[in-house]
């Protein structure tokens, strides 16, 4: 996979300090960057780019800014720039430690249902109250905390991290499927572990409210605070929902 090859473009791409014309080409490519997202409409993406040949970013393929600065990249023609777009508005919630605009993101039935069994079952087994906020501050915080851990085992100096990140591209593309599995089985198998929670068959309840059900393989890329770029997300599937042109995650 291409987006696999991204941390060692990233080393490889990193410029000397003492680099004179590396610094200006830096200064060079930001201004054009900038200019590129200014003419960007909000929540929107830009022309499809594609990296000269002679450059480092080439083999990672074809990718659009969006308005945030991220590049969003489609593994191949199934993945559009509207599920792009929608994918980066649920992890730029994580990152911005919005639950509010994480909350809109989901499923809203899943959401619903969801804080009503965390709140009335799961606060029995942590002892105390516990609802759709605290899971979503537990993924907030369990990014946070796997970026520290990465700094801190990579860093050559001791030094407390705080886990701040800002994504800076973004990949879909069609799962690769083991022998036995197909699409129809994953999607029923992601569905499975919610029979018994929400006391329903909840993938025939979903896949008779919505348009369809699409898998996809994420990766996603940020720049912590050493100044890189490090992968946040890697090969993790994810499930949206599409229901009158709107797209939803679950979880």
């Not at 960057?33 to 200014?38: L, N």
């Not at 699409?183 to 919610?194: A, G, R």
């Amino acid at each position: 996979m291409k987006f696999n090859k991204l941390a060692a473009f990233v080393l490889a791409a990193v410029c000397a300090a003492s680099c004179v014309s590396c610094e200006k080409e830096k200064s060079a490519d930001k201004e054009n960057i900038s200019q590129i997202i200014e003419n960007i409409g909000e929540n929107e993406a830009g022309e499809l780019i594609t990296p000269a040949e002679d450059s480092e970013e080439y083999e990672l393929g074809a990718y659009r800014y969006s308005s945030h600065g991220v590049k969003l990249y489609a593994g191949d023609d199934t993945v559009t720039t509207d599920v792009l777009l929608a994918l980066e508005k649920y992890f730029l919630t994580i990152q911005n430690n919005d639950f509010e605009g994480y909350k809109n993101s989901l499923y809203p039935d899943y959401a619903e249902r969801y804080d009503k069994y965390l709140r009335e079952e799961y606060s029995k087994t942590v002892g105390k109250d516990y609802s759709l906020q605290n899971s979503f501050e537990m993924r907030y915080n369990m990014i946070r905390d796997d970026v520290k851990d990465m700094l801190t085992y990579e860093s050559a100096e001791e030094k407390e991290f705080t886990g701040d990140y800002k994504i800076t591209r973004i990949r879909a593309e069609q799962p690769i499927y083991e022998e036995g599995t197909t699409e129809e089985t994953l999607i029923q198998s992601f569905f499975d572990s919610y029979k018994d929670i929400f006391d329903i068959d909840y993938s025939e309840f979903v896949k008779n409210d919505i348009d369809s059900l699409m898998p996809f393989t994420l990766f996603v890329m940020a720049e912590t605070e050493d100044g890189n770029e490090h992968k946040i997300i890697s090969e993790v599937n994810i499930i949206l929902a599409e229901k009158d042109g709107k797209y939803y995650t679950f979880g």
